[in-house]
Each structure stands twice: as structure tokens, then as C-alpha cells.
């Protein structure tokens, strides 16, 4: 079945620390990978996505997010956190249908990221 | 560019009772979904419309109907709510069904059936 598995539920994090938050994938075929990011009582925002090209991407607010294929990973990274950044961050995969169409986006659980000061 | 607007914010329904909730999205995209967002488990696809005049189901439909009503504006009723349907529900739109589209979501409706 087709999965995107995000191991923490929450990941906290001293303010001016690196941070990561994990996410790991099963799809067949080639991923589409996305990162989106919840504020309290807000819809989710686009950070960053993932289709072909640079394992390495760059998205909003100094985010950026490493392709493993080997290990089907996505994980997401900052290199100074934000007390601002606190938030939850949810990995999604985009996959093909049977009918040929790329009509559904699977989410992960969600990591509740906490960015002390 | 006010995005994806969603009303109501906030309802509450007793079993049985029907509502509709609206989404419109002033950004010209073709595509629409419907999300329910329940603790733990990430956001679940209810409906999306590909383009005006088609719907589809996606993972979670039952107990759920929707309306593409043109362009602009995607509802999701439901016709006898259950307990089970207390959630948050989420409407998104995509320029198109490409699989690098990213999608932008409105505020949410926070709904709770009694």
C-alpha cells in the first residue's frame, strides 16, 4: 500500500538549533513529495515540493527538504530554528492512480514541531 | 487575492441535522478538493472535482456529498450527520491535476455533531 510515515509525533528543538523532522515514503513508481506546514486555526501553507532534478530543495521561510531515493526519505531541514517556526508540519506524496490520473495526495500523520527559546 | 475562503469557521450539529459547507477560491484553478483533518491521522481526501462539472470520491466519501458549482466554488453537504463526522474539514484548490501542482488551502470548518 501506498504510505507516508512521519516517526515523531513531536520534535522539539532549542531556538538558533538545527532542526529535522523526518519523514519516509512507500509509493510505486516515481514520488511527488511535498511539505506543508499548519499554523494553530490555520489551513496548511506549501513549503516545499520535490518532482525531479536536485535532491536538494528550497522552499519558504529557510526550509529546505533532502530526496533519498535509497532510503525513501524526505526529510525536512532548517539550519537555525525559529521560535516562530514552531508549528505542525505535515510530508505528503502524490500518487498515480490505476486510471492514470495524479488526483490523490496521501498525508502523513503530522510532527508538532516545538522551538524553544 | 483572498485564496480559499471556507464558511462557516465553526458549527455545531445534532445527529441527523444537515448542512452544507461552501468553498470558493478566487485564484482561476481547475481543481478542488474536500479534506477531513482528525488527530493523528493526517488529512483524508472526502471528494475532489478535477475540473468544472466532474466530481469523484476519494478515500473517505461515505456519508458525504458535494456540488461542483462552477468554477470558483466547491460545497460539501452532508445529508445526516453522525458523530463520526465531527472533524475539521479543509477545502483546497490546484491550478490542475499535474503532479507537481501544489495545493492551497483554505481556513478550515471546525465542525461537531452532538
Known amino acids: 500500500a501506498q504510505s507516508v510515515a512521519q516517526p515523531e509525533d513531536q520534535v522539539n528543538v532549542a531556538e538558533g538549533n538545527p532542526l529535522t523532522v523526518k519523514c519516509t515514503y512507500s509509493v510505486s513508481g516515481n514520488p511527488y513529495l511535498f511539505w506543508y506546514v499548519q499554523y494553530p486555526n490555520r489551513g496548511l501553507q506549501f513549503l516545499l515540493k520535490?518532482?525531479?532534478?536536485?535532491?536538494l530543495v528550497k522552499g519558504s521561510y529557510g526550509f529546505e527538504a533532502e530526496f533519498n531515493k535509497s532510503q525513501t526519505s524526505f526529510h525536512l531541514k532548517k539550519p537555525s530554528a525559529l521560535v516562530s517556526d514552531s508549528a505542525l508540519y505535515f510530508c505528503a506524496v502524490r500518487v498515480r492512480l490505476l486510471s492514470g490520473g495524479y488526483n490523490k495526495l496521501i498525508f502523513g500523520a503530522g510532527t508538532r514541531l516545538a522551538v524553544h527559546p | 487575492n483572498a485564496g480559499v475562503t471556507q464558511t462557516p469557521k465553526f458549527q455545531v450539529l445534532k445527529t441527523g441535522q444537515s448542512m452544507t459547507l461552501q468553498c470558493a477560491q478566487d485564484?482561476?484553478?481547475?481543481?478542488m478538493y474536500w479534506y477531513r483533518q482528525d488527530p493523528g491521522m493526517g488529512l483524508r481526501l472526502i471528494y475532489y472535482s478535477a475540473s468544472e462539472g466532474t466530481t469523484d470520491k476519494g478515500e473517505v466519501p461515505n456519508g458525504y456529498n458535494v456540488s461542483r458549482l462552477n468554477k470558483r466554488e466547491f460545497s460539501l453537504r452532508l445529508e445526516s450527520a453522525a458523530p463520526s463526522q465531527t472533524s475539521v474539514y479543509f477545502c483546497?484548490?490546484?491550478?490542475?491535476?499535474?503532479?507537481?501542482?501544489?495545493?492551497?488551502f483554505g481556513p478550515g470548518t471546525r465542525l461537531t455533531v452532538t
Open positions: 520535490y518532482i525531479t532534478g536536485d535532491n
Open positions: 485564484m482561476n484553478h481547475n481543481s
Open positions: 483546497a484548490s490546484s491550478e490542475g491535476q499535474g503532479p507537481g501542482r501544489e495545493q492551497y
